[in-house]
């Protein structure tokens, strides 16, 4: 079982930036895919980045152009830097993993998630 722990959250005006990182431990073979998803009141919940272990990239079209999406493999880690950033980017960002266990099979966990604010 993995777990995460999310971490960068805040309150930022227009314009402004975070980054936001993402700690994935315990016991798996290996994490396949890393990224981040996004709820705001009111509305589902919606995919913002992910990245591969290959380091292979995906992006909303939000959010295109504004936000950076890395991963450090060493340390189970994905960042997400967050430029330019928007009020209606404020939401709940939660950390996403695809990783698969000693026994073969493949599994899904999300972080409990770190507010994001964008406000003046």
């Known amino acids: 079982q993995v777990q995460l722990v999310e971490s960068g959250g805040g309150l930022v005006p227009p314009g402004g930036s975070l980054r936001l990182s993402c700690a994935a431990s315990?016991?798996?073979?290996?994490?396949?895919?890393m990224g981040w998803y996004r709820q705001a009141p009111g509305r589902q919940r919606e995919l913002v980045s992910t990245i591969t272990s290959g380091g292979s990239t995906n992006y909303a079209d939000s959010v295109k152009g504004r936000f950076t999406i890395s991963r450090d493999n060493g340390k189970n880690t994905v960042y997400l830097q967050m430029n330019v950033l928007k009020p209606e980017d404020t939401a709940v960002y939660s950390c996403?993993?695809?990783?698969?266990?000693?026994?073969?099979?493949?599994?899904?966990?999300w972080g409990q998630g770190t507010q994001v604010t964008v406000s003046s």
């Open positions: 315990g016991s798996f073979l290996m994490i396949d895919v």
């Open positions: 996403y993993a695809s990783y698969k266990t000693f026994w073969g099979t493949s599994r899904e966990y």
